[in-house]
Every structure is written in C-alpha cells, then in structure tokens.
C-alpha cells in the first residue's frame, strides 16, 4: 500500500516551508549586510547574529506549522462536509444536500455542482421508480383481470368439446370465446392507458377539452340514439395543456361511465369552459342514488357499481384520475341528493394563452354550473 499525505498535510508543510524559506532569506539578507558594514570582529559578530536568529527562526518555523494546520483544516471543511454527506447517500435516501456556504468561492461552487447533480439523480431515481411501480400494477391488474376471461374461455371450451357437440353448441361456445376475448382486450386496452398515465407525461402540447368533448359526445350519441339517455352539451372554449390522446380517453370515459350509471329517461350534461382561470370538464349524469362509500371508491381500479345489465372492466374513472393527476390537474365528485354523479376535472391553462371566458351554466338541470374541485387526487 502506497503511503500518500493528506490534502491538509500537504498543504501545511507548503505553508511552513514559505515561512522557512522567507525567515532563511532574511537571515542570509541580515547577514550579508552586517558582513559589508562591519569591520572589526567580525567573525564575533556573525557569531553572535547567527547565535540570536537561529532560536527565533525556530519558533516563528513552528508557529507556522501549527497555523498552517489549522488553517488548511478550516480551509479543508467543506470538503469533509461534502465527502460525509456523499458517504450518506443512497438509493432510498437522496434528499440530503451538501450546505453551499459563503463566501461564493471555489469550494462553494462544488457545493453547488454537487447538489444539481444530486437533484438530477433523484428526479431520475424517482422516475424509475415511477414507471417500475406502474409496471408493476400493470402486470399484477393484468394477471387478476384476465383470469376471469379465460376460465369462461377454457370453460366453454371443455363444456363443448366434451362429448359430440353439434352446429349449435359449437357457434354459442365461439359466442362465449367472443364475448371473454372482447372483455380481455377491454380491460388489456384500459391497463395500457392506466399504465400510461401513472408513468407521467413525456411532451404537452395545446389541447381544448372543448374540442375533446365534443369528440366524446358524438361517439356517445350513438349509444344514446335509442332514447333511453339523453345527451345535453354545452361547449365554451376550454384550452389547456397535456396528451391529446390521454385527454381524449379521460372525456370518453367521463361521458361513457355517465351513460352507463344511467336509467332509462335519465340525461347527461356535459359542459366546459374557464373557471377561475383553468380549464375544466364537467359531466353530470342521472342515475340512482349513489352511497358515500361508493363515493369514497369510485376512482379505485376494478370498482363496478350496478349498472343496468351492463358490464364494464372497472377502469375507467381509474383512468381519468391517472390522466388528471399525470396532467396536474384536481378532480372533484359529488354524489346528487336525486340520483347519478356531479364530476368536474380541472386543468391547467395552455401555456401561452389568454384566458377564454367561459359559461356559468348551460343545461336545463338547475344543478349543472361550474364547481370549485374539491380535492386533488393522490
């Protein structure tokens, strides 16, 4: 092993071979000139001056040397600060931050340095973390989802086969498989989107939920065009940023869960617009009364509520929740006295863009205007 002197060693023999140095060149300095100026015993008195300036030299050497120590241990401070705090570091703690002090001098600066690197390492740490946790759920969701579906389809299939079936059994097993592999790839499509979400958005770009809305609407019509629900729409400039796609999926979702928690003769109010300088997206729907502890779960993954016969993958209000929080945005519900769901989303402004006025109503319901959220999802 290779013996090395410390930073502070070195630094306090530099210090005290200057002070040497400078004390030997006065003394030599001092001699010279006594030499040209003296000439009767001189040999007694270069004796003598040599005598008298050797102690000094040595205690002024030694002085130094104990200063220069100290003083390269305070000089050397922050670096045993920022070696300590690095020696603390680990993947499941990286808040610690190295103190940046004053002066704003060299050692100050790698404070800093370190500190930005340390903030860039935890944001990419937390970002693994992220996506890793939303793989995680997706494989786990995924795996518990699709049990169901392919019991029917093994089911129906050993059911059939065993024995002789004939044309008729065969074409109401193929029914069956049908029916389990569009419920597969219901909920498969429903757990990419999830998983979408919760990984975080990689680019915004301008997006109008008046326009997204809109979209939604008219792909709900077709459900509605029996009848039995009625869609009313009132549409007023929204714009906001985020995932064109991602919010596109979160209005279909919002107007679609509001169609199916409906009775027959009921309505759906969609509306958006500026509310306190944000965009939002409102859909309230008709429906039986709604119990606060549905409320309480109505945004958890495979929560199905009775839906007049009809069946879902349980994911969809998952889904907004996943987009509205990847978008920083909050969301509220409220569960009407006469029956359905009051859901308000509320989005950051685009950037860039003047604030658009937007309505204060716009449906026949006197319970449809513009709320406050009333809480941010977590």
Known sequence: MTWRLTARSRLTLLYTGLVLAAGSLLTVSTY???FRSLRLNIEEAM??????????????????????WLVAGRILRPIRTISGTANRLSAENLSERVPV??????????????????????????????????????????????????TTMRTAIDVTLDGEPDRAELVAMAGDIATAVETSQRTLDGLLVLARSQAGLSRRSPVDLATVAAAAVADAAGQAADGVVTVQADLHPAPASGEPVLLERMAGNLIENALRYNHTGGHVAVTSGIADGRAFLRVVNTGRPVTPEEERRLFEPFVRGAANGTCGAGLG??????????HDGEISSTARPTGGMDIAVHLPPALGLPPVPGPTGGSDDPDVRPPRPTARPS
């Open 32 to 34: 010279l000139l006594l």
């Open 47 to 68: 004796s003598k001056l040599l005598t008298q300036a050797a102690p000094p030299l040595l205690v002024v050497t030694a002085l130094a040397g104990l200063t220069g």
């Open 101 to 150: 002090g004053r002066p704003a001098d060299e050692l100050a600066m790698l404070a800093a340095t370190i500190n930005g690197m340390l903030d860039r390492v935890q944001r990419g740490v937390s970002e693994r973390d992220r996506v890793l946790d939303s793989q995680r759920l997706f494989v786990a969701n995924a795996a518990h989802e699709l049990r169901t579906p392919l």
């Open 317 to 326: 209000l998952s889904i907004v929740r996943a987009v509205v929080t990847a």
